[in-house]
T-cell receptor, first 113, second 116 residues
Framework: AQSVAQPEDQVNVAEGNPLTVKCTYS??????LFWYVQYPNRGLQFLLK??????LVKGSYGFEAEFNKSQTSFHLKKPSALVSDSALYFC???????????FGPGTRLSVLP | GAGVSQTPSNKVTEKGKYVELRCDPI?????LYWYRQSLGQGPEFLIY????????DSGLPNDRFFAVRPEGSVSTLKIQRTERGDSAVYLC??????????????FGPGTRLTVL
């Protein structure tokens, strides 16, 4: 069965600095990887996904993520953080056998002015 | 345009009661998902519909949980004999196309269920 780990409950970064939110996964076969964000009092929103192809994926709001097969990781990155990026970030994975999704426990990102 | 809507936004019930949670997906989205999110955790997959049929119900925790989507649009999640451990936020999401979970999912605001 697939699983997702987000090793950091909380990430703090100063505005304007680069940010990284970590994600590692375990699946049988090829992984399909996703990042979703949950802003306060709002529903989950899609950020980006990796299905196949280029290992560097670009998504919404200037975010990007790099798929690393050897390290089974899919870390979320942004070159310059904004205070408005403060939210709860979820990594998710699906394998190519089943239909369901597995979400990680989430990482709370706080960008300090 | 209208997003995914869920009703009610909050539901408080007593242990042992029956509840129904409703999801209205985005018009034209053939795929619909139900998740459960407990405090401090990520969403937990329950069931995935493609059209009217349940393509994957492997996440339903037991036979007290059931979901339907009779006309391929609105879905209802039904919980019988509720238990305190069922308390959580129940999320619904929809997506277009037939690639199911490979497509971007649009989430509703959730229904917060509290079982006393």
């Amino acid at each position: 069965a697939q699983s997702v780990a987000q090793p950091e409950d909380q990430v703090n970064v100063a505005e304007g600095n680069p940010l990284t939110v970590k994600c590692t996964y375990s699946v049988s076969g090829n992984p399909y990887l996703f990042w979703y964000v949950q802003y306060p009092n709002r529903g989950l929103q899609f950020l980006l996904k990796y299905i196949t192809g280029d290992n560097l994926v670009k998504g919404s709001y200037g975010f990007e993520a790099e798929f690393n097969k050897s390290q089974t990781s899919f870390h979320l990155k942004k070159p310059s953080a904004l205070v408005s990026d403060s939210a709860l970030y979820f990594c998710a994975v699906r394998d190519n056998y089943g239909q369901n999704f597995v979400f990680g426990p989430g990482t709370r990102l706080s960008v300090l002015p | 345009g209208a997003g995914v809507s869920q009703t009610p936004s909050n539901k408080v019930t007593e242990k042992g009661k029956y509840v129904e949670l409703r999801c209205d997906p985005i018009s034209g989205h053939t795929a619909l998902y139900w998740y459960r999110q407990s405090l401090g955790q990520g969403p937990e997959f329950l069931i995935y519909f493609q059209g009217t049929g349940a393509a994957d119900d492997s996440g339903l925790p037991n036979d007290r949980f059931f979901a339907v989507r009779p006309e391929g649009s609105v879905s209802t999640l039904k919980i019988q004999r509720t238990e305190r451990g069922d308390s959580a936020v129940y999320l619904c999401a929809s997506s277009y196309g037939t690639s199911g979970p490979l497509n971007e999912q649009f989430f509703g605001p959730g229904t917060r269920l509290t079982v006393l």
